[in-house]
């Protein structure tokens, strides 16, 4: 005959330890002594043992990827204020490095008060952790502990796009070539969220500081907190407002439904921050120039558009790429949602598969967009606006 023991993880990953046994042949096994066991049991160590405890609820196990704890905990050195990479509308985002594999990852530390909510909050992580774009950030994992959500993220070296073009230590980083790569980056990424992916996603947050750098200067569209998933041929349902002033798309606020037309609108403002090298409003701008938009539309109607271009780029760039990315950006801005192309469209004109609609013009984005948008407002009266709160779910530096 022979004695052994068995154990069994599950879905999740714990160690199992034997403490102490008692056997005997043909006779009475000796009784075990509590206090002869190992002194890692004793009650002080055990609640030492508790802290790092993960409560584990029957729907995380449809969620893969689950990171212990304790690992994230020693990974960021205690969530160590001196790791810390930026923090934001949902919390805090901290350097880590994972104990067993010895990598650099991002961990992002969200609370929440609502069960329910981070519950919601799961089941869209789990879907989001299932998508595999080489211009997405990739989730590797996640962790839930008391009110916290840890997520689990591969770690961008430079930061974000927003951070490069604007933080004066860093500007000027980023030449032309490399701008316009990341655009087209962007692009394709926003391509398979809308219309490549199982479902549609929104991603309600696109702007320079969402998109991160990676080591190859290659762009990684990132802070999926704001996104909503609905199934192709399929409405977006009404949502609370929130994005950033500045990307958020007009029509946000009367109808309150976020579609792939609002992503459109925010990422031709983002075309244009990175052409311009300025951000979508401005304060300390002139009156003229507040709103880049209408700067770069009025550039565009003197036939001097190129003048909008970042001056920090020292004339170093090529001018038909230039052209044709501030062009665009004014054309993915029109006020009317069905005005403005389809991610589709402008991974066409960025590749130079297409070319933009020849009868385009500023005078025609101008009077014929702000007429559209008009009649549409107009054909709506008294109906119930949409509302909510504006809210940016980004990070102020390295945006994950």
Not at 102 to 113: G, P
Not at 194 to 211: G, L, P
Request: charged share 25%; glycine share 8%.
């Amino acid at each position: 005959m022979y004695v052994g023991f068995s154990s069994a993880t599950g879905k999740l990953s714990s160690s199992h330890y034997i403490l102490g046994w008692s056997f005997r042949m043909n006779e009475v096994a000796v009784p075990l002594n509590p206090s002869q066991l190992p002194s890692f049991l004793r009650a002080k160590k055990s609640e030492k043992r508790l802290k790092y405890k993960d409560v584990v609820e029957d729907w995380e196990l449809q969620c893969s990827h689950r990171f212990p704890y304790k690992d994230l905990f020693i990974a960021t050195k205690g969530f160590k204020d001196s790791e810390i990479l930026g923090s934001g509308g949902f919390g805090c985002v901290y350097k880590g490095v994972l104990p067993a594999t010895i990598e650099e990852v991002a961990v992002k530390k969200i609370s929440h008060n609502s069960r329910q909510g981070i519950r919601e909050f799961m089941m869209e992580i789990a879907s989001l952790g299932r998508m595999r774009h080489k211009h997405l950030v990739h989730l590797r994992g996640w962790c839930k502990h008391k009110d916290e959500l840890l997520l689990v993220y591969d770690l961008m070296p430079n930061g974000s796009l927003g951070d490069i073009l604007f933080n004066h230590k860093k500007s000027g980083i980023l030449n032309w070539e490399q701008r316009f790569r990341i655009l087209k980056g962007v692009a394709s990424a926003l391509l398979y969220l809308h219309e490549e992916w199982e479902q549609v996603v929104v991603h309600r947050d696109v702007k320079a500081n969402n998109v991160l750098v990676d080591a190859d200067m290659n762009a990684r569209l990132g802070d999926f907190g704001l996104a909503r998933l609905y199934d192709h041929g399929k409405e977006a349902c009404t949502t609370h407002i929130v994005g950033t002033l500045g990307y958020m798309a007009p029509e946000l606020s009367r109808t309150g439904k976020a579609t792939t037309h609002c992503d459109v609108f925010s990422y031709g403002a983002m075309l244009l921050e990175v052409a311009c090298g300025r951000p979508p409003i401005d304060p300390n701008a002139s009156s003229s120039q507040v709103l880049l938009s209408d700067w770069v539309r009025e550039r565009w109607a003197a036939g001097c558009i190129i003048e909008a271009a970042d001056p920090k780029l020292d004339n170093e760039y090529v001018s038909e790429e230039m052209e044709l990315v501030m062009k665009l950006g004014l054309i993915c801005c029109q006020k009317m949602p069905e005005a403005r192309p389809t991610m589709r469209q402008v991974t066409c004109y960025l590749d130079g598969s297409d070319n933009l609609p020849s009868d385009i013009s500023p005078e025609y984005l101008n009077v014929n967009g702000n007429k559209l948008y008009a009649d549409l407002c107009s054909s709506s009266l008294g109906g119930t606006m949409g509302g909510g709160v504006i809210s940016s779910g980004s990070l102020k530096d390295g945006r994950y």
